[in-house]
């Protein structure tokens, strides 16, 4: 008699969507702060953060609810569902933010990003603006839903491979 397995869908799509309400609060938190458009390392590394934990979460709730026993395999479909699904939250509600909420977060980035510029480096207002027309290239919806969905993806998997080595546990035969 076989026994009812959880889903590694339902899990991916519980914990995602917990990463995704995170995620919004977050980016909430930063526009209330005015840093939304800023980026940088420190945002990157909570963001790291906050994905490791709702993998971490995912992981242990389904080999708990599969009586101890995760495979890799299973492992890794979850914590990169994971982060699937809390990007696409997370990429749509950063498109109501930036083209409703606060339509001009395009120009403070590019703004900052020209001060950044002209602070740390020692580029002429040529290159600089060069660099800033190549980076607005980059800055369509259509290329920031496309990066944020691979990057999701990368860093579910990536992030996902050390706690899936860790906490398999194969089911004896």
Do not use: W
């Not at 953060?49 to 299973?74: D, P, R, V, W, Y």
Request: with cysteine.
């Amino acid at each position: 008699m076989e026994e009812n397995q959880p889903k590694t869908g339902k899990f991916a799509l519980n914990f995602g969507l917990l990463l995704g309400g995170i995620s919004v609060i977050f980016t909430f938190i930063l526009y209330t702060m005015d840093m939304h458009y800023q980026g940088g390392i420190p945002v990157l590394v909570v963001s790291l953060i906050l994905s490791l934990a709702a993998i971490i979460l995912g992981l242990t709730q389904f080999k708990k609810a599969n009586n101890g026993f995760m495979t890799f395999g299973q492992a890794l479909k979850i914590g990169v569902g994971i982060c699937l699904i809390g990007g696409i939250v997370s990429i749509l509600f950063n498109q109501i933010l930036v083209n409703v909420i606060d339509p001009d977060t395009m120009t403070k980035a590019m703004d900052y990003a020209r001060a950044t510029m002209q602070e740390t480096t020692n580029l002429s207002s040529d290159q600089i603006d060069a660099q800033l027309e190549m980076q607005q290239k980059f800055s369509t919806p259509v290329m920031q839903i496309a990066f944020g969905l691979l990057f999701s993806l990368f860093f579910g998997f990536v992030l996902t491979l050390i706690p899936a080595l860790v906490l398999k546990k194969s089911q004896p035969e």
